[in-house]
Every structure is written in C-alpha cells, then in structure tokens.
T-cell receptor
Framework: GAGVSQSPRYKVAKRGQDVALRCDPISGHVSLFWYQQALGQGPEFLTYFQNEAQLDKSGLPSDRFFAERPEGSVSTLKIQRTQQEDSAVYLC?????????????FGNGTRLTVT | AQSVAQPEDQVNVAEGNPLTVKCTYSVSGNPYLFWYVQYPNRGLQFLLKYITGDNLVKGSYGFEAEFNKSQTSFHLKKPSALVSDSALYFCAVRDYNFNKFYFGSGTKLNVKP
C-alpha cells in the first residue's frame, strides 16, 4: 500500500523492558512526526524529522525516549525501561514537504501497553 | 503559543440533519488550520485545511469548514449527516515554524439512523 505503515500494531511490555516501534513513511515524504495519543485524548507531539535530521525533539517526555531516522526514510522510536505511564498509542505521520499547507498522513499506530 | 479547543466532547445528530463540530484556536501569526477524522483503532485521516483565501473550505466526504477570524473559530460542517460519519474528529493548528501540529481533545460524533 501507499500509506504510512507502523509495526507492531500492538505491543505488550513488562515494566522495565525496552521497546522499539517502527514507522515506514510514504515514499518520498520529507517530514516525519511521532505523536503520543493517550486514551480519550488528542495526539501530543513527540518529535519531528526533516529527512534524516531530527529538528525538534521537545515533546519527548524523558531521556528514556529516543527516535532516529538514519537514512531519511524508516524511523524507529525507542523507549527504554518502560513505565506504566508510557502506555498509549504511538502514531507516526509523514508529510510531503515541511510547508505549512502540507497535511499529515498518519499510520494506524502502535498500541503500547506496559504491565 | 498555539492551541485549539474543542468545547464539545460529543455531538449527537440524526441522519440527514446538518452537523456542526466546533473548534476555536489561539495562534500567534497566521493560522494554519486542519480537520482530521479518526475511526476506531485507526490513525487520523486528513479531511480539510485552511491556509489562506476563502473562508469556506471544502474537503473530503462532503465536509466543509468555515474560518472566522474575528471569532477565532474553524467549525466543521456537513449539510446532511450519514451514519458512517460517526467517528472522532480532531481540529489542529500547525505551528508557524511548520514542525508541530497541535491537536484539540477531539469530539465524538454520533449520527443516529
């Protein structure tokens, strides 16, 4: 398909485990975003890449969260030593350019449950 | 700081009736406004955007939105609701630095047959 693909769709982790969430953006899309969506809430910004450069990581909640996009395409969001408050849906989105009129195209998300 | 507010957690409407989902915004600079829809266990889907130009913006699935600068509002509308429109709707504003979208808390739309 031509959409944004995220894997896994569901992840259950025991508290203290490390997890890695993958995002395959739409081919050719320059910008890539990670958002965190808690139950019943709107998405909250985590971080933003333009190609391989991470231009904004101000939304990452702690230094346990780390994101990379080494070749300007696939991105991975890593959470170390997971805590229960990390339980949420993690959404990846891409856009064709960094321009203001370029909408986001979202994947279906990864639902992380920390037990 | 940029922000949006969706004052209604839920909107109920009968099929065939017009619907409105409200959104107000607060921005520094020009507002870049978007509406997204989310179905259960899915990501958000783009509906429409306002960047500049006509205050009435038309989008996907028969939806439209009216930009009102004096009231700082960007309400989503549809002349005739369908049961299949039932979903969660999010208003968003894009930061003038281009790299962040700020989303509202969402409005659940229930369209009853």
């Amino acid at each position: 398909g031509a959409g944004v693909s995220q894997s896994p769709r569901y992840k259950v982790a025991k508290r203290g485990q490390d997890v890695a969430l993958r995002c395959d953006p739409i081919s050719g899309h320059v910008s890539l975003f990670w958002y965190q969506q808690a139950l019943g809430q709107g998405p909250e910004f985590l971080t933003y890449f333009q190609n391989e450069a991470q231009l904004d990581k101000s939304g990452l909640p702690s230094d346990r969260f780390f994101a990379e996009r080494p070749e300007g395409s696939v991105s991975t969001l890593k959470i170390q030593r997971t805590q229960q408050e990390d339980s949420a849906v993690y959404l990846c989105a891409s856009s064709r350019t960094g321009g203001t009129d370029s909408p986001l195209h979202f994947g279906n998300g990864t639902r992380l449950t920390v037990t | 700081a940029q922000s949006v507010a969706q004052p209604e957690d839920q909107v109920n409407v009968a099929e065939g009736n017009p619907l409105t989902v409200k959104c107000t915004y607060s921005v520094s600079g020009n507002p870049y406004l978007f509406w997204y829809v989310q179905y259960p266990n899915r990501g958000l889907q783009f509906l429409l955007k306002y960047i500049t130009g006509d205050n009435l913006v038309k989008g996907s699935y028969g939806f439209e939105a009216e930009f009102n600068k004096s009231q700082t509002s960007f309400h989503l509308k549809k002349p005739s609701a369908l049961v299949s429109d039932s979903a969660l709707y999010f208003c968003a504003v894009r930061d003038y630095n281009f790299n962040k979208f700020y989303f509202g808390s969402g409005t659940k739309l229930n369209v009853k047959p």
